[in-house]
C-alpha cells in the first residue's frame, strides 16, 4: 500500500475525534492504517505535523471556495464570508479541534497558530487579506501588511471563540462575527494615526518575522519606516557566529541579538574535522556531549603518513600519531549547524533565516552613529539599529569585504583544495598495521603527505538524505531529551544516515603544476603518482552529487587569506570573516571559536561602557593578528616538514607536547579565556622556538629550491635539515617524552 498524505490525515482524525490529540500515539495511527510505524515517519516526523498538514488542507479549501463565491465588499464584508466558510469546512473536525488546542495554547508548541512552523498557512491568510486593503488610505506596503496581520488575529480569536462556545449551533459566534463586520472596517483608518498605529504593532509583534513573502513585493526604504533597536547583529547563522551570540546572550542575558543567516535552512558545507576546543565550546553553550556521539563520527587525534612514489601500500608509509586530548568528531554541518542555531534560540537569541543583508542600503561603521542594517527576507525589507555589527559570515565576508581588504601577503606559498566524497572505502581498521595506535585509525583525521601537499581522509555519518523538517525535529529532541541511539532517531524521526568518507588535496601553489589546468586532473594526477593513495581509494565509489551541488568534486583556488583590519567603529570581524589559514591541522573551526569567545567578551565589556569605537576593541584586533601569524607558522612547519619523514615526525611530536601540556593544564567544563590560546600556541616558550624552528626549514627549503628542481628533490637531501632540527629541539623533546604517547607506545 502506498501511504498518502490524505490517509494519514484521515486515519488520525478519525482517532482524535474518539481518543483525543493527546493519547493518540503515532503508533497507534500506524495501526489504523495497518503500516509500518518507521513508514508513517518517513512521512511526519511527530503527529503535531500530521496536524499542520490537516490545517493547511483545510485552510486552503476554505480560501479556494472564498474566492469562488466572492460576493465584493469591504474587508469586513469578506471576513465575514470568509470566516463564514471556514466553519462549515470546520464544523464535522471540531471534536478534534478541540482536544489540539489543549495543545496549541502552548506558545512553544510547533501547533500554535503564531509559531513559525505555521507560517505558510498565516501567510495565505494575510497575503488575501492584503489584497482587500490594496485600496484602502494607509501610508505604505508596510502597514498594510501589519493591518493584514491583525485581520488574521481577529480571524484566529474568532475561530478560539467557537470552539468555545456552546451555544446552540453556534448561535453566538455568528453573532460575534457580524458585529465584528463594521469594526473591522474602521481598522485602516485606525491604523493611521500614532496611537492606533502603535496598537496594531503590538499585536503584530505576536507574530514571528516570516522566513519568506513571496507573495509580497520589495518595499524599499524611506524616512517614515521605523527601525528596531537591538544591541548586536551577527551576520551569518554558522557555528563561530552562532557560538558568539550564545555567548553574548550567557554572559549578559538582557541583550538582544539578532542573527541573520542568508540561507533559510542549513546546506551542506566543507569543514568537517573538530577539535577539543571547538567542542569545548559546544558544550560550554548547552550543547550534550552524547548528542554530538550520536550524531557524527568519532574522532581521537591525527595521523600522518609520509608517503612516496615508491610506497605501494600505505602500511608501508611513515607514520605519526598524535593521539586524542578529548573525544571529538567528525561533523557533517548541516546537522551540526541547525544544531547551534537551535541551541541558539533555546537561550534566547533570535536567530533569522532567509535573510540576507543589504549592504548598500545599510550604514555600517559610521563614527558615533548607530549602524543602520537593512536585510531582506523575501521580498520584504526590514530595518534595525544597533551598535554593534559581527561579520560571522566566513569566507563570504559579507561585512568585511566592504570595510576592509584581504590579503595573503607575506606568506610564504599559497594553497588550493579539492576535494569530493565516497561510498565504500575500505575501513582503515582492515589494514594491517605494524605499529601501536590508542584507537582504530578510522578514528582520526588521516592526512597522507608528500613534498606538493597532502590528502585528507575523514570518515563521517551523514544525515543528506533525511528531509529538513524530520532533521529538525530529530535534533529538537536530541537537544531536549538527551541522547538515544541513532538507530531509535533513524526509526522514530525518519532520518536515515549513511556512512561515507570525505577525500580532499591540499597543493602548495609553488610546487604544483597541475590544479591551475584541471583541478579533478590533479586528483588523478596524485592518485596516480602516490600508490598509497590510490590503494586507499581502490574499490570505492564516487558519489557524483551526494549533496546537492551538481558535480562530484569541488575546488577552492588560494584558500589562505587575513583581513588587514579586524575592527572598525560599530563592527567586528570573527572566524573566517577574520582570517582563514589552511585546512592542515584543523584550525578553522578551532581558532574561529577562539576569536568569537574573545570577540564575546569584549563586547559585553563594550556594551555595559556604552562605547563602540576602533579603539574599543583593540585587544581582540592585536589577539586576533598574533593568533593568525602563531597559526601559519605552525601550519607552514607542517607543510615543510613534507620534505622527510623524520622532519615530519619532529614537527608533530613539538606541537603536540605543548598542545597537551595546555590542554591538560585547563581542562576544565566551561569554555574560558585561557582555551582562546589555541594548543598553548601563544605561549612564549612555544613562540621562542616556533620561530627558530620555522626560519630554519624556510630558509633550507628557500636554499636548496635555488639548487635541486622540486621534482629532483629526495628526502636525502633534507638529512642536514634533520640533524639541524633534532639539534633545535631534542632538549625539548627528551624533557616531555611522556607528553607523546604514539612515541612511548611504540618504544616500549
Known sequence: MTLTTHMVLDAALELWQVKGFERTSMRDISRRLKTSLNELYRHFPEKEYIVLAHYKVLNDRAICEFRENDKGGSAGEKLVQLLETKLRILEPHRQAMKSILQAAINPESKLSPLNSVSQTIRENNTNLFNEW?????????????????????????????????????????????????AAIDLIPLISISPDGRELIELLNALVPTPLSSSAVPIERTDSRQKSRPVDVVVVGGGPIGMLYASWVKQMRPESSVVV??????????????TLSGFCKALRSVGIPHDALQTLFYKKNGLGFFHTSPDNQHLTDADEYILETFDETFQVERRPLDTLVIANARRLGVEVLQGAELLFDRSRIGANDEL???????????????????????????????????YTDAELPFQTSAIWAYFDGVKRLDKYNWPRKAQFARDEYTQHICFPEGWLWYIPLITWQDAPTANLDSMLDHVLNNGSESREDLESRFGCPSAEITSVGLVLRNDRDDRFADDPRAAFDHYRKKYPAINELLNGSELLEDHYGIGHAY?????????????????????????????????????????????AAVDTVSALRRGTYTKESFVDYAKFTRRLHEA??????????????????????????????????????????????????????????????????????????????????????DYEQLVTAMQSLLENRLQEHLELTPFVTQNTC
Open 260 to 273: 541573520l543567516e542568508k540561507k533559510e535552512t542549513p546546506a551542506h558545507k566543507i569543514g568537517e574535522s
Open 133 to 181: 486593503l490594496q485600496d484602502t488610505e494607509q501610508e505604505s506596503q508596510t502597514q498594510r501588511l501589519q493591518t493584514a496581520t491583525t485581520l488574521w488575529l481577529l480571524n484566529l480569536a474568532t475561530l478560539g471563540y467557537w470552539l468555545h462556545d456552546n451555544s446552540k449551533d453556534a448561535t453566538n459566534t455568528f453573532r460575534l462575527i457580524n458585529k465584528l463586520s
Open 631 to 716: 597559526l601559519e607558522r605552525d601550519n607552514q612547519l607542517v607543510y615543510m616538514s613534507f620534505n622527510h619523514p623524520e622532519a615530519l615526525k619532529l614537527v608533530q611530536r613539538f606541537q603536540e607536547i605543548d598542545a597537551r601540556r595546555h590542554f591538560e593544564e585547563h581542562e576544565s567544563t566551561d569554555y574560558c579565556m585561557d582555551d582562546t590560546n589555541v594548543w598553548g600556541i601563544l605561549d612564549d616558550d612555544y613562540q621562542v622556538i616556533q620561530n627558530k624552528l620555522w626560519h630554519l626549514m624556510r630558509e633550507y627549503e628557500k636554499d636548496l629550491g635555488d639548487e635541486i628542481p622540486l621534482h629532483d628533490q629526495s628526502p636525502d
Open 371 to 405: 549602524n543602520k542594517i537593512t536585510y531582506q527576507i523575501g521580498k520584504r525589507e526590514y530595518h534595525l539599529t544597533a551598535p554593534l555589527v559581527v561579520d560571522a559570515s566566513g569566507p563570504a565576508g559579507a561585512v568585511g569585504q566592504r570595510v576592509t581588504n
Open 554 to 598: 569541488s575546488a577552492r583556488r588560494n584558500i589562505r587569506r587575513y583581513a588587514e583590519q579586524v575592527c572598525g567603529d560599530g563592527w567586528l570581524l570573527i572566524g573566517d570573516a577574520a582570517f582563514f589559514v589552511d585546512p592542515l591541522i584543523s584550525p578553522g573551526l578551532t581558532g574561529g571559536v577562539a576569536t568569537a569567545y574573545r
